[in-house]
T-cell receptor
Framework: KQEVTQIPAALSVPEGENLVLNCSFT??????LQWFRQDPGKGLTSLLL?????REQTSGRLNASLDKSSGRSTLYIAASQPGDSATYLC??????????????FGTGTRLQVTL | GAGVSQTPSNKVTEKGKYVELRCDPI?????LYWYRQSLGQGPEFLIY????????DSGLPNDRFFAVRPEGSVSTLKIQRTERGDSAVYLC????????????FGPGTRLTVL
């Protein structure tokens, strides 16, 4: 059974700092990995998706990397801003095709960027 | 175009009552998912539809939970004889069979069972 772990559970940084959020998964047979952002009381906003054959994806100040063999992904946020404050979730989709497409989520990292 | 929408945004009910939660996926997305998120946790998978049929319902916790998607678009999650432990945010997501396989989520329905 796939298990996804995110470290740290919570993080507080001053504005302008670069930061890294970590995600690890136990079964490396994945199809893709998605990073999401969730604001309090809201749904999930997709940030980046990395296919199993890719090593990284970038969008603006965000960069996500994937090391499938070691079961790890990182989300790098450059020059953090107070508006980045939210919970960040990673989720993996299993490989194998067919009906296997449900996402398994970590419990998230709650980020606070202070002025 | 419009994203995934869910109604109602909030639902308060009493223990033992029946509830229906609705999801409108992104137009043209044939894959639809229901997840449940408890406070402080990541979402947990409930059921996956490909078109009108449930391709994977392995996440439904028991037979009080049922979901339908009769025309391959809108889906309804139905919970019978609600229990206090059913209180959670119910999230719906949809995905196109084309493209990268990204799942897009709705804002969720917060269910509170008193």
């Amino acid at each position: 059974k796939q298990e996804v772990t995110q470290i740290p559970a919570a993080l507080s940084v001053p504005e302008g700092e670069n930061l890294v959020l970590n995600c690890s998964f136990t079964d490396s047979a994945i199809y893709n990995l998605q990073w999401f952002r969730q604001d309090p009381g809201k749904g999930l906003t997709s940030l980046l998706l990395i296919q199993s054959s890719q090593r990284e994806q970038t969008s603006g100040r965000l960069n996500a990397s994937l090391d499938k063999s070691s079961g790890r992904s990182t989300l790098y946020i450059a020059a953090s801003q107070p508006g980045d404050s939210a919970t960040y979730l990673c989720a993996v989709r299993p490989g194998g095709g067919g009906t296997a497409s449900k996402l398994t989520f970590g419990t998230g990292t709650r980020l606070q960027v202070t002025l | 175009g419009a994203g995934v929408s869910q109604t109602p945004s909030n639902k308060v009910t009493e223990k033992g009552k029946y509830v229906e939660l609705r999801c409108d996926p992104i137009s043209g997305h044939t894959a639809l998912y229901w997840y449940r998120q408890s406070l402080g946790q990541g979402p947990e998978f409930l059921i996956y539809f490909q078109g009108t049929g449930a391709a994977d319902d392995s996440g439904l916790p028991n037979d009080r939970f049922f979901a339908v998607r009769p025309e391959g678009s809108v889906s309804t999650l139905k919970i019978q004889r609600t229990e206090r432990g059913d209180s959670a945010v119910y999230l719906c997501a949809s995905r196109s069979v084309r493209g990268l396989g990204e799942q897009f989520f709705g804002p969720g329905t917060r269910l509170t069972v008193l």
